[in-house]
């Protein structure tokens, strides 16, 4: 098990988002969070990622605890923001140098050039990331996950802003850190794709993960997602 | 190993952007020259009201730098990206408070010259317990100011929050820094700034050490 959650509330302005969630996740899988806006879905990856504190609840990662003031072991997990997490004044080689560093990992920055290059991004290699387009914004953080050591990632809506070439390339890793064992849980709502890699459907409504659905099926999470209309 | 890497970042940051530094001396330095202006007074009766005048054009300056503090955090939201990194939330406040003090100590380094230049400043009767005095007081004004930055990172006001919770915080530290400062500044003994300094030094210690412990509570939504 990589990831436990159990009974985490989460309010804001005295308004309940999460109410008690609770749910698994296994080595190897990808799980999709569905449900419609203002659900709760960015804020219970920004609880699990540490942006945001839980009002109570427990979650452990890799069977350490991730609610604590200890932090040495988030050095597991990854996000993916649908903002770009990035300093604006910047290049991309320096914003990933940055964040690798704050992970204790030091990538020769060879290794950095020649996925700038494979994402074509090698013409903006100094050129700071608050000119860089959303599309190229995702690319780089691709490029962060693939060069950052992690065991889980939570990403929040991954394929917007992807053109069809950065879609491949996102089809193409999330294939790949599945098959390195890695837990993917991410939200979106082109669940069309969400069907292609989910191996679990995480429903959430009312504050809580109202329905698990195993391999799921367009029509089951459309059918989810009309219901609550 | 990461604090050092945390406040490199914060200085290779404001190399780029140049938006802390360079809005703190031109501020500072109109307010000197505006001082200077206005003011209608002799060498000795300027020597009564300069070291007040003096900290309160640096709290003002320091004000400006800290409003732009998080500004990089804040345009791409990176401030997620360092919470959901394994470091620990008092290491971002340290070396956010080390970098932010270099950059008021920066903005000194032009300004206080034009403190002497044209409203009459005289350190030379006590130079090293001046420079003691700007170290310890920046310091100071950088832990509380940090602290209440970060605080501001996560609500709509922010911004107002900074000036609003910070200027009745740093009034101690006001009071002493213009006491020393005055004793300087008249050259005489300085017997009677122990007790001005310790509140300094007492200041400092006590809300870099609350900053450190509480920075995670404060900055995380």
């Given at each position: 098990m990589i990831l436990s959650v159990q009974h985490v509330a989460k309010s804001f302005h005295h308004k309940k988002i999460l109410k008690d969630v609770s749910f698994q996740l296994s080595e190897a899988s990808a799980s999709v969070l569905i449900g419609p806006n203002g659900v709760g879905k960015t804020t219970l990856l920004k609880t699990l990622a540490g942006?945001?504190?839980?009002?109570?609840?427990e979650a452990h990662l890799v069977s350490l605890p991730l609610?604590?003031?200890n932090f040495s072991h988030r050095k597991h997990l990854i996000y993916w923001s649908h903002q770009s997490l990035f300093y604006p004044a910047f290049s991309g080689m320096e914003n990933i140098r940055f964040f690798l560093s704050l992970r204790n990992q030091n990538i020769h920055d060879q290794k950095i050039i020649e996925q700038l290059d494979y994402f074509g991004l090698l013409p903006q290699i100094n050129d700071p990331v608050r000119i860089y387009s959303a599309g190229m914004l995702q690319r780089l953080t691709m490029i962060k996950m693939i060069l950052s050591d992690w065991k889980l990632a939570l990403m929040d809506e991954?394929?917007?802003?992807?053109?069809v070439d950065g879609l491949d390339h996102l089809n193409h890793l999330m294939k790949q850190w599945k098959e390195d064992g890695r837990a993917l849980l991410f939200s979106t709502h082109d669940i069309g794709w969400a069907e292609s890699w989910a191996d679990t459907a995480l429903c959430i409504r009312n504050g809580?993960?109202?329905q698990e659905i195993f391999s799921p099926k367009f029509q089951d999470m459309h059918h989810f997602l009309s219901e609550k209309r | 190993m990461t604090l050092l890497h945390l406040i490199k970042k914060e200085i290779r940051q404001e190399i780029r952007a140049k938006e802390s530094i360079i809005s703190m001396v031109v501020f500072g330095t109109s307010v000197i020259l505006l001082f200077s202006f206005a003011f209608n007074a002799t060498p000795a009766e300027f020597s009564r009201f300069l070291p007040g005048l003096m900290w309160m054009t640096f709290l003002f300056v320091s004000v400006l730098g800290l409003l732009r503090s998080f500004s990089a955090e804040k345009e791409m939201?990176?401030?997620?990206?360092?919470?959901s990194s394994p470091v620990d939330r008092g290491s971002i406040y340290l070396g956010k408070?080390?970098?932010?003090?270099?950059?008021l100590l920066f903005a000194q380094l032009f300004t206080m010259p034009l403190f002497a230049l044209f409203l009459n400043l005289n350190i030379s009767a006590h130079f090293f317990t001046f420079m003691v005095l700007v170290l310890v007081t920046d310091w100071a004004i950088a832990a509380v100011g940090i602290m209440i930055s970060g605080m501001g990172l996560r609500t709509r006001m922010g911004e107002v929050l900074v000036p609003v919770l910070m200027f009745p915080l740093l009034s101690p530290v006001l009071i002493s820094a213009t006491k020393v400062t005055h004793t300087i500044v008249s050259g005489s003994t300085l017997a009677g700034t122990n007790f001005?300094?310790?509140?300094?030094?007492?200041?400092?210690?006590?809300?870099?050490?609350t900053g450190y412990l509480t920075f995670g509570a404060i900055s995380e939504e």
């Open positions: 942006v945001m504190r839980p009002d109570s609840g609610f604590t003031e991954p394929t917007s802003a992807l053109d809580v993960v109202d | 939201d990176a401030y997620a990206a360092l919470l408070l080390f970098a932010f003090w270099i950059f001005w300094m310790m509140i300094l030094f007492t200041f400092a210690v006590v809300f870099t050490a």
